[in-house]
């Protein structure tokens, strides 16, 4: 049975609409509190001089790749404030790091962020990966318009009654244009990263 032939009934629903397709926040205080982790990426792609100047420190505002991390991490503490919908949560981890890959033409950032309660963290990793991203892209706009922000996306998350959860291998890192999984890159054989970590 096609899911759009089944009783609205028993039909998925957007956990954050009501019945009447109001918009509301999820209550989740009969849910019981556990540990929940997420692990979230964006990349950021930049042409190679910039990416020089960024590894370099060279840029007129500073070093991009610190000040990324920490909006990174201070947007993941203020998520709920810019999602209208998120509940605030009191973080017990949170990790913003950005990697050049100068084969690849990009800046990885990844983010992982981590709590005890009775809600997950996947917006919090999400809005820090994203706010890194926007980061890069203010602090770089000076020398480089064409910056571009892709595959925000999430890789991971545990906890809560839903379990775990990796995105699938084949999805968790895309093959560039022109490049192909096991081709050499800047002399060793491409792989994939675990996911999750």
Same mark, same amino acid.
């Given at each position: 049975?096609?899911?759009?032939?089944?009783?609205?009934?028993?039909?998925?629903?957007? +956990?954050?609409?009501?019945?009447?397709?109001?918009?509301?926040?999820?209550?989740?205080?009969?849910?019981?509190?556990?540990?929940?982790?997420?692990?979230?990426?964006? *990349?950021?792609?930049?042409?190679?001089?910039?990416?020089?100047?960024?590894?370099?420190?060279?840029?007129?505002?500073?070093?991009?790749?610190?000040?990324? *991390?920490?909006?990174?991490?201070?947007?993941?503490?203020?998520?709920?404030?810019?999602?209208?919908?998120?509940?605030?949560?009191?973080? +017990?981890?949170? %990790?913003?790091? %950005?990697?050049?890959?100068?084969?690849?033409? %990009?800046?990885?950032?990844?983010?992982?962020?981590?709590?005890?309660?009775?809600?997950?963290? *996947?917006?919090?990793?999400?809005?820090?990966?994203?706010?890194?991203?926007?980061?890069?892209?203010?602090?770089?706009?000076?020398?480089?318009?064409?910056?571009?922000?892709?595959?925000?996306?999430?890789?991971?998350?545990?906890?809560?009654?839903?379990?775990?959860?990796?995105?699938?291998?084949?999805?968790? *890192?895309?093959?560039?244009?022109?490049?192909?999984?096991?081709?050499? %890159?800047?002399?060793?054989?491409?792989?994939?990263?675990?996911?999750?970590?």
């Amino acid at each position: 049975m096609d899911r759009n032939d089944a009783p609205r009934t028993e039909r998925r629903r957007l +956990t954050h609409v009501d019945r009447r397709g109001r918009p509301r926040m999820v209550d989740v205080s009969g849910k019981p509190a556990t540990a929940r982790r997420a692990v979230a990426e964006a *990349e950021v792609a930049v042409a190679p001089d910039t990416m020089s100047l960024v590894i370099d420190g060279g840029g007129t505002k500073g070093d991009v790749l610190t000040v990324a *991390e920490l909006a990174g991490v201070m947007a993941g503490k203020r998520t709920s404030e810019l999602i209208p919908l998120c509940h605030p949560l009191a973080l +017990t981890d949170l %990790v913003v790091s %950005v990697t050049p890959d100068r084969a690849a033409g %990009v800046l990885r950032i990844r983010a992982e962020a981590a709590t005890t309660g009775p809600t997950g963290v *996947e917006m919090e990793a999400l809005t820090a990966a994203s706010v890194a991203a926007l980061t890069v892209y203010d602090m770089v706009k000076g020398v480089e318009r064409g910056v571009e922000i892709r595959s925000v996306r999430l890789l991971a998350k545990s906890g809560g009654r839903s379990g775990e959860w990796h995105r699938p291998a084949a999805e968790a *890192e895309p093959v560039r244009p022109g490049r192909r999984p096991g081709d050499r %890159v800047a002399g060793r054989v491409g792989r994939k990263r675990p996911v999750g970590g």
